[in-house]
């Protein structure tokens, strides 16, 4: 059982989302996963420039550090996601790595694992909970849950957040052993299933790989 931790914070090892993605990572040790945390922010990511190719090959033009990482991501049973709030959303960062995994999103590769999020903020760290949560959902993988700091309480509140994220570590191993199945996640994930295959079909001609890939599935 894998589970990688990815936190897109800045600031480094000064980092309060870094500590609660830490945290979660060491309660799914604790439950015998194998854990590895990656900081985003130490990668050389290129911005996705909406060429389309991915969708065509199945590869990306850029050559950077994107691949190895998307390699660990799906070579994962488990992943925290983790982001401070910046200006009501993850930092660049993270949003630089979600805009290049469009080929993923469109063959919801990430179906069949299990994740979770953790953020810190003023009071307001779950609008980036909630959107890193709906778009695991979006690729295809079940939510857990998530945690987070509202850093504006004090310090009593970053120790707080930092328990839950390893109760959460916790939960997120127990769900990849049992592979549970949240009952209320599924109707959005066959929903966005349903229509991913539908666009796919609609650029069946300039979309190859895609096209290729969901009749390999034979569009299940």
């Given at each position: ?21 830490q945290?979660?990572?060491d ?24 060429c ?28 925290v ?64 849950g ?55 079909k ?10 290729e ?8």
């Open positions: 059982m894998k589970i990688l931790g990815i936190c897109a914070s800045p600031r480094g090892r000064e980092s309060s989302t870094l500590r609660l993605v945290a979660a990572l309660g799914a040790k604790a439950s015998g996963a194998e854990v590895e945390l990656v900081d985003v922010c130490k990668l050389d990511i290129k911005f996705c420039n909406a389309q190719v991915c969708f065509k090959k199945g590869e990306c033009v850029h050559k950077d550090d994107y691949q190895d990482l998307f390699d660990k991501i799906m070579a994962s049973d488990g992943l996601w983790g982001s401070p709030n910046y200006f009501h959303t993850v930092t660049a960062q993270m949003k630089t790595l979600i805009d290049r995994m469009a080929d993923a999103v469109h063959c919801q590769l990430l179906t069949g694992k299990y994740c979770c999020s953790v953020s810190s903020g003023g009071s307001n760290y779950d609008q980036v909970t909630t959107y890193l949560d709906g778009l695991m959902l979006n690729f295809g993988a079940s939510v857990t998530s945690v987070g700091a509202a850093l504006s309480q004090g310090p009593k509140a970053q120790e707080e957040a930092e328990k839950k994220a390893i109760v959460l570590g916790k939960s997120l191993a127990e769900d990849i052993k049992a592979k549970r199945d949240y009952v209320e996640q599924r109707k959005m994930q066959k929903e966005t299933r349903e229509y991913f295959k539908k666009l796919v609609m650029n069946k001609e300039s979309w190859e790989h895609e096209y890939y969901w009749n390999r599935l034979n569009w299940n």
